[in-house]
């Protein structure tokens, strides 16, 4: 039944491995430099004149970038998703669907590509870095999540149940947890250190597409393609609020805004939807954002780090930039050619400084 019901929702994927096969090893080339820098310290440590900024948020004013100053080439395949490293700023890590993650100098001029995690037979569908920066999580349509060390390359983990994972997260608080949004309806909650599944959250009806943790770490949100929003405390397997409507729509993907008390989603109807994550976590319709058309792609949502921006790719390959407290569309222009602009991700630190990503397999860096 299992497979049966799968195969209805997920004839899209890839097939799955046969039983009692093997992942394929996972391989890391550096093309740095050097690994460590003429007073010793790795090549992935921050420089010592960025400082991260306080708790809190940043204060300085952020503005809107004007034109690209930079494309990075190095995939061969389309570009899924981008982070930068948390703090600082100083890398950054993009996934592919050519199966490879790559970690790119962001803090020169010439944004060298410094190391490539080579670790998925398919297209890497989620990313994410961990509170310090470490570690970094990779899952793919191969249906393996991989836990890879980042300075060495190394994969400190492997783990599968078979199941297709649309979104990987850490548990804020515990970085040797994280959590699984999976294509049988599930979300599965993994504890590196014994390699086992210790907790499933079972309520939605159809793939799991977000997990979103807010409340300091003791609620997680999550999106499914039931177009349900599920609130839930942490290990309790047992939904706390549900929020359903019928004028709602799919949400499949989610960033949460940087004072932490708001998050918004891509909605299928072709615009942004907002909701509270503090005591309540309820719609706010009053934050609405529109005139993009993302309409069956999972755009990645960006914010600057002082919470006025929001900013957007689209299924046309453009970017949009809005005002979060008017909800006004402030500029728009067009990023990348032959397919959809998938992610728009705000520097930390520098005021202007926006990452795109498309299908184009381009990585361009707008100031």
Request: aromatic letters at 12%; hydrophobic letters at 30%; a positive charge.
């Amino acid at each position: 039944w299992e497979k049966v019901n799968e195969r209805k929702q997920t004839f899209t994927l890839p097939p799955r491995p046969a039983r009692g096969t093997g992942v394929m090893e996972s391989k890391s080339t550096f093309h740095g430099e050097s690994l460590l820098d003429y007073q010793g310290r790795s090549w992935c440590a921050a420089p010592s004149d960025l400082k991260a900024e306080e708790p809190g948020g940043p204060s300085h004013d952020c503005f809107i970038p004007k034109k690209c100053i930079k494309k990075l080439t190095g995939h061969t395949k389309g570009v899924n998703a981008l982070e930068y490293f948390p703090g600082t700023g100083h890398l950054l890590l993009s996934a592919s669907m050519d199966g490879k993650c790559k970690v790119w100098d962001a803090c020169t001029s010439e944004m060298q590509l410094q190391r490539t995690y080579s670790g998925h037979t398919e297209g890497v569908r989620s990313i994410q870095m961990s509170n310090d920066g470490s570690h970094f999580l990779s899952s793919g349509f191969d249906r393996v999540i991989r836990h890879w060390d980042l300075e060495t390359g190394q994969a400190a983990g492997t783990f599968s149940n078979r199941k297709m994972a649309y979104c990987v997260r850490y548990y804020p608080r515990d970085n040797n947890i994280f959590l699984a949004a999976c294509s049988d309806n599930r979300i599965y909650q993994w504890d590196m250190r014994t390699g086992q599944v210790c907790q499933e959250y079972n309520h939605h009806l159809q793939p799991c597409n977000t997990i979103t943790f807010c409340d300091e770490g003791r609620k997680f949100v999550s999106t499914s393609d039931d177009k349900k929003v599920l609130v839930w405390e942490y290990d309790i397997p047992v939904p706390i609020k549900y929020i359903a409507d019928p004028g709602m729509h799919c949400i499949p993907s989610v960033t949460i805004h940087p004072s932490g008390d708001f998050f918004a989603g891509q909605s299928m109807d072709n615009k942004i939807v907002v909701y509270s994550c503090g005591e309540k976590v309820r719609q706010i319709h009053k934050k609405t954002f529109s005139g993009h058309n993302n309409t069956g792609y999972a755009c990645q949502i960006g914010f600057s780090p002082n919470g006025r921006f929001l900013v957007s790719g689209d299924g046309r390959g453009q970017v949009h930039f809005w005002d979060w407290k008017t909800t006004k569309s402030y500029r728009k222009f067009h990023a990348h050619d032959s397919g959809p602009c998938m992610a728009a991700v705000w520097h930390p630190l520098l005021p202007a400084r926006v990452a795109t990503c498309g299908w184009d397999g381009l990585i361009k860096i707008w100031d």
